[in-house]
């Protein structure tokens, strides 16, 4: 009888651990990074907090066409002059991006690097992600492009380099709806006396999806006309804000955004330092634009 009762409490005991062992392992499931709170790492002209898995190579074609000021003269800008930007990003891990690009305007070589540093966790323990972004680019315009530049007219290598931060905070609300904000610096090493060499800007962007595939997608962007942080006396010169909306189609591997913006500039530090396109003057400022990705896993 004591035999049968110590096999039957043994037992017990196999089936609780094994019971309990099965609710960590869901718990761990559970707590996990969320699933894509954005179709890609770039939103329109913004980073987001979406990261390829490690070991991924991203391919990214940006199209800016011109201005829609001519109408159909030319096609609303699309056979107008027009900005491209051509790069490849590799996941080394989950959560750390490095990547490269060349851009038409001012043929910007940019090196960029993204790290998660906190990830929305599927049980809400870690409610944000908290993503780091930061590039420098390199102006590869011949170096006549830089003379008279500024107070000191002397060209050196330096003269061309242009850095970009930025602190991107963002949310996956639910399988619809995802929202970030986000704070820069821009630094330019050279530029002309009318500007800032340092501009502090804020923006935020998102998209709602209304089918499996299709969302609609917005941003907006600020320079900060900041008086105690500014060289300048005046804003006369000073970038304007950078709005943007459109739709997005993504599969696993591919994500497609046409959209409207203001900014005929493609990298941040270029748009926040030199768009002077106002969106309140209606299509007069306005561009079409595409961005497409495509995913390679190794």
């Known amino acids: 009888m004591k035999k049968s009762i110590c096999i039957i409490v043994a037992a017990i005991m196999s089936l609780n651990m094994a019971y309990a062992q099965d609710d960590q392992e869901q718990t761990k499931v559970k707590d996990k990074p969320i699933y894509e709170p954005f179709a890609s790492g770039l939103l329109i002209d913004n980073q987001t907090c979406q990261m390829p898995p490690a070991k991924t190579l991203e391919m990214i074609i940006q199209h800016r066409f011109g201005t829609m000021e001519n109408g159909i003269e030319d096609i609303y800008g699309i056979y107008s002059s027009a900005n491209i930007r051509m790069g490849f990003n590799y996941s ?68 061309r380099l242009a850095y970009f931060s930025q602190l991107i905070v963002g949310r996956k609300f639910n399988d619809r709806f995802s929202l970030q904000a986000h704070a820069s610096l821009t630094h330019f090493n050279k530029v002309y006396e009318d500007k800032d060499h340092d501009v502090i800007g804020v923006g935020f962007n998102g998209r709602v999806k209304f089918s499996p595939q299709s969302s609609f997608i917005f941003q907006y962007d600020l320079p900060l006309k900041i008086k105690s942080f500014s060289e300048q006396t005046n804003f006369d010169k000073f970038a304007l804000p950078n709005l943007a909306f459109g739709y997005e189609v993504a599969t696993s591997t591919h994500a497609f955004q046409m959209y409207v913006t203001t900014a005929n500039g493609i990298l941040p530090q270029d748009i926040y330092m030199y768009n002077q396109n106002d969106w309140t003057l209606g299509v007069t400022d306005l561009m079409i634009g595409f961005t497409i990705t495509r995913l390679w896993g190794f």
């Open 92 to 159: 080394l891990l989950s959560n750390l991006m490095v990547g490269y690009g060349l851009t038409r305007k001012s043929m910007y070589s940019d090196f960029q690097v993204k790290w998660n540093a906190l990830q929305q966790s599927r049980n809400n323990t870690i409610p944000v992600f908290v993503t780091l972004y930061g590039n420098m680019a390199i102006d590869g315009r011949n170096k006549i492009a830089f003379e008279g530049f500024g107070e000191d007219s002397a060209y050196s290598f330096t003269n």
